[in-house]
């Protein structure tokens, strides 16, 4: 694959904007379908780290290619006439002038923009004004981290319709979560002062992402909401530099990032191997004849150990009573596991082979893909029940 130059140097922000465009474009395309208004955010614009015209690398001209490309295919495909508003904030003048400049563009008109000069923590009334009770998707990409807390996000999570995309700079936090001249900012990014003095490293990521992201829900809104997260590594590196999060009230909004974060793993793989390829290039001069043998991310589980907990997932909801298992359990599933979809379903199929589980709703034999429909009769799922224990 071919990295856009405007990249080099940054490919993690390559594989952030991927994800972003992946998501958005189908987040768009359904509500679209039921919403007249769909309002974008972006928290932290810049534009940062791109100094073309284009603006190609940034998210300000990714978001605004994605509603004029939904905007289009939404009225061709389903005679939808959607208002798409975007509000970009920015707190540096010099970037700002810039983001000003190119969002006069006429290329846009058919998007209503507009644009804050000012801290994103110091305008928080204004924004929630501003999303005028829509749909509103809130892009979250600071440069720190002290931003993403769950109190200072609270105003926004007290939208009663809205989605976040969190950049949760892991690397950063990673350090300063037991330095004790943080420890209130530590009790406003968890709720907690969190102790992972004890905790090997991968126990300590664990415990930071998943406290931080019971946090931000605990401060939603809405009824009941779901996390995801997706990692970016440090390219050319086995260590993360940040994780992603997503956070919604919607099942079918999490089942949907889900898929499109799985379906960009071969992305992220492809891009940590260029990455490290080029890496090695720099430092000797010379290309790299074994570039497939280029150091790439390594996942915490083995491919063995992920099934298993998948199983276990699997047997711990299931009984020996029907049930039905719809998006919002799937929402569940995820949102306490971290699985993909696809683990979920071969582990399933895995236990109807052995005999232990069995789904009433339809014959998966005849099923190459998805052994549980968990979005049929509208969103209420299929029959499942438990035969055995192991």
């Known amino acids: 694959m071919t990295i856009p130059e405007t990249y080099k140097g940054r490919e993690q922000a390559y594989i952030k904007h991927q994800i972003l465009e992946a998501y958005l474009e189908r987040l768009f395309m359904i509500l679209g379908q039921k919403l007249p208004t769909i309002n ?34 939404l009225k061709e495909r389903f005679n939808r006439s959607v ?59 600071p440069k720190g981290w002290k931003e993403i807390s769950a109190t200072t996000l609270s105003t926004l999570l007290q939208h009663p319709h809205c989605e976040l995309f969190i950049n949760f700079m892991y690397e950063f936090l990673n350090r300063a979560v037991t330095q004790t001249a943080f420890e209130d900012h530590m009790v406003e990014m968890f709720g907690i002062a969190p102790d992972v003095s004890k905790l090997d490293p991968e126990e300590r990521q664990e415990c930071l992402l998943r406290t931080y992201r019971d946090n931000l829900k605990s401060h939603h809104q809405a009824e009941k909401s779901w996390t995801a997260y997706t990692p970016v590594y440090r390219p050319g590196t086995q260590k993360i530099l940040y994780h992603l999060i997503y956070l919604t009230s919607s099942p079918r909004g999490m089942q949907v990032f889900v898929e499109e974060s799985e379906k960009l793993e071969l992305v992220k793989h492809e891009v940590y191997v260029k990455a490290s390829v080029n890496r090695k290039e720099e430092r000797s001069g010379t290309a790299d004849l074994f570039a497939s043998d280029a150091v790439t991310p390594v996942t915490a589980s083995k491919e063995s150990t992920t099934n298993y907990r998948a199983r276990s997932l699997w047997l711990s909801r299931l009984s020996s009573k029907v049930q039905f298992f719809g998006l919002e359990v799937l929402a569940d599933m995820l949102d ?7 683990d979920i379903q071969e582990a399933f199929r895995d236990l109807v082979a052995d005999g232990l589980v069995e789904n009433l709703s339809g014959n998966i034999n005849r099923r190459t893909k998805n052994v549980v429909k968990f979005d049929a009769t509208r969103g209420k799922g299929e029959q499942l029940r438990k035969i055995s224990d192991i």
Not at 51 to 64: P, Q, R, V, W, Y
Not at 109 to 118: I, K, N, P, R, Y
Not at 336 to 342: N, Q, R, Y
């Open 336 to 342: 306490e596991s971290d699985l993909f979809i696809t």
């Open 40 to 73: 974008y955010v972006d928290c932290f614009a810049g534009p940062w780290s791109d100094e073309s015209d284009e603006l190609a690398g940034t998210s300000i001209a990714i978001s605004l290619r994605i509603m004029k490309r939904c905007q289009v295919a």
């Open 83 to 141: 208002k798409f508003r975007a509000l970009y904030i920015e707190k540096s003048p010099a970037a700002h002038a810039r983001l000003s400049e190119y969002l006069e563009q006429p290329q846009f008109d058919s998007v209503e923009t507009e644009h804050l000069l000012g801290q994103f923590e110091e305008n928080l009334s204004q924004i929630i004004d501003w999303t005028n009770h829509k749909f509103t998707y809130f892009f979250v990409d």
